[in-house]
Structure formats: C-alpha cells, structure tokens
C-alpha cells in the first residue's frame, strides 16, 4: 500500500504565497509522475501541475508563471510553491502518484485526502 500525506492548507492574501507538499509512502519502487489537482464547489478535480519522475513539468494555463512545482526523488516527495495568489486559486488541492510502481504486484494510482487553500482578504 501506498500513502500521500499532504501538507496543510490555509488562508492566505491576495498576492500571497503559500507552499503544499506531498510526500509518498510505502511500497514503491518508482513513480511515474506526481501531480496536483484543484476541486472547488461543484465542480470536477482539474489538473492544475505534474512532474515527471525524469523532471519534466506541466502546468494549466490559470497557473502558468505563478505556480511551480519540483520534487524530492529521494523522498518521494513533491512540493507546489504557488506565488501571486487569487481568489480564484481557491479550492482543495489534491496529490496525485500516477503509475506507482510497487516490489509486488501491479502498479496503481494513489490519491492524498486533500487541502483547503482559502485565498481573501
């Protein structure tokens, strides 16, 4: 079994900036990419970063030159630094360990429990 403990949350300003972490656990041998999503009320997960297990990294446009994502190989874990913040940046955030591969048995995808990160004045 595998486990994503995600950082907290919180409120922050307009403008501000905050930083979430990710950190796997468990039976893993290598994980393709770890990503984060964003959910707000009523609405589906959205992609909002990934990373590569080589390094290579995406991003949605509403995020693009505010939000940077980078990880930890060692352990297994991935960070997003997000700078410039909205009110629109509001929602839970969402791990995600795409294609974990484990000693035994078939490699799965892994979910964490999700952080709220509240932006307003």
């Known amino acids: 079994q595998v486990q994503l403990v995600e950082s907290e949350g919180g409120l922050v300003q307009p403008g501000g900036s905050l930083r979430l972490s990710c950190s796997a656990s468990g039976d893993i041998v290598s994980i393709h990419a770890m990503e984060w999503y964003r959910r707000t009320p009523g609405a589906l997960r959205v992609l909002v970063a990934s990373?590569?297990?080589?390094?290579?990294?995406s991003y949605s446009d509403p995020v693009k030159g505010r939000f940077t994502i980078h990880k930890d190989n060692a352990n297994n874990t991935v960070y997003l630094q997000m700078d410039n913040l909205q009110p629109e940046d509001t929602a839970v955030y969402y791990c995600?360990?795409?294609?974990?591969?484990?000693?035994?048995?078939?490699?799965?995808?892994?979910w964490g429990r999700g952080t709220q990160v509240t932006v307003s004045s």
């Open positions: 995600h360990a795409d294609k974990v591969v484990p000693r035994q048995g078939a490699p799965g995808d892994y």
């Open positions: 990373i590569t297990h080589h390094g290579y990294t």
